[in-house]
């Protein structure tokens, strides 16, 4: 089983930035296409970004332009770089591959706030 470990959210401003990360535990994540989620209180989880293991992205409308997700395969972690942040970017973030095979993480809090 690979264990995930999602960090580097906070409480941020509107238009502001942050920089996640996602650690995965086992070498197998190289050749995984990996996947970025979020999820707020009373809703589904929400799938916002994929990165192929050659690092090609791809993203839900409503982050493209604002989110970049990029991964280093020599250290099993895959990133997302959150900008122009909007109080609906509110969320736990969570990374998995897209078709969640592993346990989740505890995820990291993003807070979008004045």
């Known amino acids: 089983q690979v264990q995930l470990v999602e960090s580097g959210g906070g409480l941020v401003q509107p238009g502001g930035s942050l920089r996640l990360s996602c650690a995965a535990s086992?070498?197998?994540?190289?050749?995984?296409?990996m996947a970025w989620f979020r999820q707020t209180p009373g809703k589904e989880r929400e799938r916002v970004a994929t990165?192929?293991?050659?690092?090609?992205?791809g993203y839900t409308d409503s982050v493209k332009g604002r989110f970049t997700i990029s991964r280093d395969n020599a250290k099993s972690t895959v990133y997302l770089q959150l900008t122009s942040l909007k109080p609906e970017d509110t969320a736990v973030y969570y990374c998995?591959?897209?078709?969640?095979?592993?346990?989740w993480g505890q995820g990291t809090q993003v807070t979008v706030s004045s």
């Open positions: 990165i192929t293991p050659d690092g090609s992205p």
């Open positions: 086992r070498a197998i994540f190289r050749v995984v296409t």
């Open positions: 998995n591959t897209p078709g969640t095979t592993w346990s």
